[in-house]
């Protein structure tokens, strides 16, 4: 069984209020969700994603609501 490398640490100044909790995690527990986000979503790569996903929203509801304004208001 490999030790664990994340931890936990817990330090309190006395001088103060200031109280202060770090927790280390190291990179090969980040899920893949995560590194798909931070691949997928940030820079320029997420621009380009977020302006393609958009024009296909956009088209999406532009063609669902013709088909249905077509049927709702089609001559008997």
């Known amino acids: 069984m490999q030790p664990q490398d994340t931890g936990v640490q817990y330090s309190r100044w006395n001088d ?11 990179t090969a527990e980040v899920s893949g ?8 979503c940030t820079g320029k790569t997420g621009i380009a994603v977020k302006v393609i996903g958009g ?5 999406t509801v532009f ?11 089609k001559c008997k």
Do not use: A, F
């Open 33 to 40: 969700c995560s590194r798909i986000y931070t691949k997928m």
């Open 63 to 73: 063609i669902i609501g013709y088909v249905t304004g077509y049927y709702v208001h």
């Open 55 to 59: 024009n296909i929203l956009l088209w």
């Open 16 to 26: 103060s209020s200031h109280e202060e909790v770090s927790v280390n995690v190291p």
